[in-house]
């Protein structure tokens, strides 16, 4: 679904009735997303926000990284799937899979599905230069809370 579909509200909302139906655990949906991001971390490599000297190829393929990435963290700090407090999201640190940094995550995190320059993630999943990043994005507010997720 990270590829296949386009990520936005009615997406997210689809993966939250699936793990209802299917009657999954926090436990189960984590374990899920961790495996997911490892498969992506095999394929991609390590999270890189500078891409400076790397060929065309190279820098196509961390873009896709950083907008599975951004995607991934979403889920996983998305309330309805895994809760933040359980010992199911302490296992999904994509930090350490992706050996990225706290800066690399406030970088590309997602903070709402409704502020998120769809646009951009998908130029970013293309390797082409995109457009503003959300942060950027006229309204957004520094310390805006999450509570959208």
């Known amino acids: 679904m990270l590829r296949e579909r386009k990520f936005d509200v009615a997406a997210v909302e689809d993966m939250t009735l699936l793990k209802t139906v299917l009657g999954l655990t926090d436990d189960q949906v984590a374990e899920a997303l961790k495996e997911r991001a490892q498969r992506i971390y095999d394929k991609y490599g390590t999270l890189m926000?500078?891409?400076?000297g790397m060929t065309a190829e190279g820098i196509e393929r961390k873009a896709t990284c950083r907008a599975l990435f951004s995607k991934l963290l979403y889920l996983t700090?998305?309330?309805p799937l895994v809760a933040q407090g359980s010992?199911?999201?302490k296992t999904t640190d994509l930090r350490m899979i992706f050996g990225a940094t706290d800066e690399d995550m406030e970088k590309l995190r997602i903070v709402s599905l409704y502020d998120i320059d769809i646009e951009h993630l998908d130029a970013m999943m293309r390797g082409a230069p995109?457009?503003?990043?959300a942060d950027e994005q006229e309204g957004d507010q520094p310390g805006k809370d999450h509570e959208g997720r």
Do not use: S, V
């Open 49 to 52: 926000l500078n891409t400076d």
């Open 77 to 79: 700090e998305y309330e």
């Open 87 to 89: 010992e199911a999201f």
């Open 130 to 133: 995109g457009r503003a990043t």
